[in-house]
């Protein structure tokens, strides 16, 4: 039989009040509650203490305070990674971000659901899917990613946006939810 771990790393609906599930999103608060803390002017202290969160990482990363997780290790962001303030990354499933991202302030990222019946919500179900962001991605401020999507290559994603659905490359979406409004150049 499987544990809830197990079931939740093999993308199938987990009890999320599992001590080992809850032991996981506890770490993470407590390494993302200590990246909160460090002052700004220490960004050299604000970056080892990213990657101690993050699963991999490139070079060139910069994430400012306040950020968010829930565990930190499905975490993998590429070369040239910007975030402004207040990013919440809900890594449950993995979260795989590309090279030259930049990411607006106040933006979710999401990869846990939970069930559309009031029964499975009352037996604190879960579920993740994986979200992935290409290369040369820009998202604006207050943008909402929701579980399993995928952002290609060469996107700009508007201000505001939800993005319900994958969105190909060299393409700029916008609205609610996120739909494409003009394909963009490739240089």
């Known amino acids: ?18 001590p080992a599930v809850a032991a996981r ?4 608060a407590k390494l993302c509650q200590e990246f909160n803390a460090i002052p700004a ?3 050299d202290a604000q970056t080892a203490k990213i990657k101690e969160i993050f699963g991999s990482y490139g070079k060139n990363i910069s994430v400012q305070a ?14 040239d990674f910007l975030t402004n ?17 930049m990411i607006g302030p106040n933006t979710g990222i999401y990869t846990v659901n939970h069930p559309m019946t009031a029964k499975g919500r ?7 899917s994986p979200v992935t962001i290409g290369n040369d991605v820009w998202i604006g401020g207050s943008v909402t990613i ?6 290609g290559n ?14 190909p490359d060299n393409t700029l979406v916008a609205g609610v939810p996120a739909k494409p409004i003009k394909k963009l150049a490739v240089e």
């Open 154 to 167: 060469n996107v700009v994603v508007g201000a505001g946006a939800v993005v319900t659905k994958d969105v």
């Open 25 to 28: 999103k506890a770490r993470a």
């Open 66 to 79: 306040t950020f968010n997780c829930d565990y930190g290790k499905n975490i993998h962001v590429g070369d």
């Open 146 to 151: 929701l579980p399993g999507v995928t952002i």
């Open 85 to 101: 303030y207040n990013l919440i990354i809900l890594d449950i499933a993995p979260v795989t971000i590309g090279n030259h991202v």
């Open 122 to 128: 009352r037996q604190y179900l879960g579920k993740g």
């Open 41 to 43: 002017t220490d960004p």
């Open 1 to 18: 039989m499987k544990t809830e771990l197990q079931k939740l790393e093999d993308g199938e609906w987990y009890y999320f009040l599992d």
